[in-house]
């Protein structure tokens, strides 16, 4: 139901859930508005409504900005990993189909297709894959793994010409797909170590900050008690808005809103295997 999809993820997201504590301190900061507004202080330290909604434009351009900026990271690196299924696909297919491979050799090359996407993703999160190399029986000592098992098909792929297995010909419609492998890594290495300008993301964190800050003054006066609910719903958005970019704009991660680069290297792993499947048993 819809009012179930918007309201359980107050609960069950921890992003979300940070933001609507922040945004519920804001709320109990704007007390000190309505408060002021009852007291003896009534007439002092009230904003203008009008230079407050002027200000809220210009904030409010600042985090479309920010979004937009953000979002076009992750899905750029979206639309590498789905290059990378594709290419996987295509590989698979093929060295499977065009290529008269030995059983031996086949395997081996499925286990290199399947290890790429695992040693990817845990180089982007700068995490061991000693373990997960070892079950695709793939050994090396390398600190840029990704590198090492594309050099590794690209050295079988040079045996296979060297051998009269595959002509001149095959060999450009195979690295069509093989030089994909490191354009890919590439690329995702380029969103990884070029986050977006640390002095950008502070202002617009300020312009945040001081917009919430004069938000109970600016509307107390019309608003009364229901400053109160009116600043934690201002609140929320306003700082969900920029957590979310923030969150977002660095898409390899473990986070809410990262990239599932786990469900997406086991669709590629499932790929790989069905299409060689076939050729094993014939």
């Not at 309505?34 to 210009?58: C, M, N, Q, R």
């Not at 695992?118 to 990704?146: C, Q, V, W």
């Not at 195979?174 to 890594?185: E, R």
């Amino acid at each position: 139901m819809p009012i179930r999809d918007a309201l359980l993820p107050l609960f069950s997201s921890r992003t979300l859930g940070h933001v609507g504590s922040l945004a519920t301190l804001f709320g109990v900061y704007s007390l000190l508005a309505v408060w002021k507004e009852y007291s003896t202080f009534k007439d002092i330290g009230d904003v203008p409504s009008d230079l407050h909604a002027a200000f809220s434009v210009v904030v409010g351009w600042l985090l479309v900005f920010r979004t937009n900026t953000a979002y076009n990271r992750w899905w750029e690196a979206r639309s590498l990993w789905g290059g990378l299924v594709n290419a996987s696909r295509n590989m698979a297919l093929k060295l499977s189909r065009l290529v008269r491979l030995p059983a031996s050799e086949l395997i081996e090359t499925q286990q290199l297709l399947q290890a790429f996407p695992y040693a990817l993703k845990d180089h982007l999160r700068s995490e061991e894959n000693s373990e997960l190399m070892t079950g695709f029986n793939i050994a090396s000592n390398s600190k840029h793994m990704p590198s090492f098992i594309a050099a590794r098909l690209y050295e079988k792929v040079s045996y296979w010409k060297s051998i009269g297995v595959i002509d001149g010909d095959e060999l450009r419609v195979i690295d069509s797909d093989l030089s994909k492998y490191m354009d890919i890594c590439g690329a995702c290495e380029k969103i990884l170590k070029t986050p977006i300008v640390r002095s950008y993301r502070h202002f617009t964190r300020q312009c945040v900050l001081l917009l919430l800050l004069s938000f109970p003054w600016g509307i107390v006066s019309d608003f009364l008690w229901w400053t109160i609910p009116m600043t934690i719903i201002t609140a929320y958005f306003m700082l969900g808005l920029e957590t979310v970019a923030e969150h977002v704009e660095e898409p390899f991660g473990r986070d809410d809103d990262d990239l599932d680069l786990d469900s997406l290297c086991a669709t590629i792993e499932k790929s790989v295997g069905e299409i060689i499947k076939p050729k094993l048993q014939v």
